[in-house]
């Protein structure tokens, strides 16, 4: 995979934690309401159409 192997991806997983740990549940909150949302929206728009 592009030539990274699996110590490559290891070493740059534990620094992304490490830098961004703390924001994480926030950001995977907004995702998860965002997408909820965004599945909202779709339904009632096919909905509309039938």
Same mark, same amino acid.
């Given at each position: 995979? /592009?030539?990274?192997?699996?110590?490559? #991806? $290891?070493?740059?997983?534990?620094?992304? $934690?490490? #830098? /961004?740990?703390?924001?994480?549940?926030?950001?995977?909150?907004? $995702?998860?309401?965002? #997408?909820?949302? /965004? +599945? +909202?929206?779709?339904?009632?728009?096919?909905?509309?159409?039938?």
């Amino acid at each position: 995979m /592009f030539g990274i192997g699996t110590t490559e #991806l $290891l070493v740059v997983g534990i620094v992304v $934690l490490v #830098l /961004f740990g703390n924001r994480i549940p926030q950001t995977m909150k907004s $995702l998860g309401v965002g #997408l909820a949302e /965004f +599945k +909202k929206g779709i339904n009632s728009n096919t909905d509309a159409e039938a």
